[in-house]
DNA sequence: TACAATGTTTTAAG
DNA sequence: CCTTAAAACATTGT
């Protein structure tokens, strides 16, 4: 499910915890998503320590508690945070609860490929530094995106953007948005672009990422109505732009969108 | 039933 | 050491 503005959406879901104290961990030892985390100082530490900071980067999600510890979450495929009234009872992907006097903070995964991770101390852990540039911030700049698409200049665009070393947040349906958006194939090698091209790439990303931001991360709806998002799974979908059917197919392991019309092979 | 699903990590090959 | 591609991970839904 998350991409960056999914993340960002489920960050504020926790965010209502924030100033205040966790009365009780309740976690299930077993679970594959505690996988290289010391389960049992993350609830010495926690219980009883407050929430005092949230920060999404990309697709992962930091929380700072007193103590001072560190909690990093990342939701995988079909993790989600949402919260709870301070008593409910955990349900059967329910994996962390913590409990707070207002309410019960919850991280769920059906599918488990998300993680928890857990650090004690002032300094911020090893997986909370030298992070990628985020998107929107001024250090992503087109000569790093060039940069980064040249690194990589023979695997398809559509395989670089998803990469969360140079692309964090981005995920299979921006990836798709953003490529449809500059009239790119997805199976373009990222080292052929143009100048024009690049430039092009560079702005609709950004787009995409504010557009997301704009809608998604609000209240977890929909996307702009014109966005490709709306017909990518759709059987017999075709393109918002020019109404062509769209195409399908595996490209960077994923399942990828495309309209065969307005998207097109660099010259 | 079999396959695919908004994601990473590991492994192996070039 | 670097890049690239494919398999693995666990569960649910079509």
Redesign the pocket.
């Known amino acids: ?3 960056l503005a ?1 993340v960002e959406f489920y960050r504020k879901q926790w965010r209502r915890g924030l100033k205040q104290k966790i009365l009780a961990v309740e976690l299930h030892p077993g679970a ?1 998503i505690f996988r290289g985390a010391d389960i049992a100082a993350l609830r010495r530490a926690l219980t009883g320590a407050a929430l005092l900071n949230c920060a999404a980067h ?3 999600l930091f929380f700072r508690f007193s103590g001072p510890a560190w909690l990093g979450l ?5 993790g989600r945070l949402r919260v709870e009234p301070p008593r409910a009872l955990p349900g ?2 329910d994996h962390l609860l913590l409990r707070q006097r207002g309410q019960c903070l919850v991280f769920s995964d ?4 998300g ?1 928890v991770r857990f650090h004690r101390g002032r300094a911020p852990p090893p997986w909370r530094r030298n992070l990628p540039a985020p998107i929107l911030s001024n250090l992503f700049t087109p000569a790093a995106m060039d940069r980064f698409l040249r ?6 665009l559509k ?2 953007l ?1 990469m ?1 070393q140079g692309f964090p947040g ?5 990836a798709d948005e953003v490529l449809w958006r500059a009239g790119l194939l997805p199976s373009r090698p ?2 052929s672009l143009k100048p024009a091209e690049a430039k092009k790439l560079y702005r609709e990303l950004r787009r995409v990422c504010r557009g997301a931001l704009r809608t998604v991360a609000r209240d977890n709806g929909d996307p702009p109505p014109a966005w490709l998002f709306h017909r ?2 759709r059987r017999g979908g075709q393109c918002p732009r020019d109404g062509a059917p769209l195409r ?1 197919a ?1 490209i ?4 990828t969108c495309w309209c065969p019309c307005c998207q097109k092979e660099g010259v």
Request: hydrophobic share 30%.
């Open positions: 499910m998350p991409e999914e594959r990309g697709k992962q990342h939701l995988g495929l079909t059967r992907h059906p599918r488990q490929f993680r690194r990589h200049a023979r695997s398809p395989a670089v998803l969360q981005i995920g299979n349906w921006m990222a080292g990518r799974w399908r595996q960077g392991g994923r399942t």
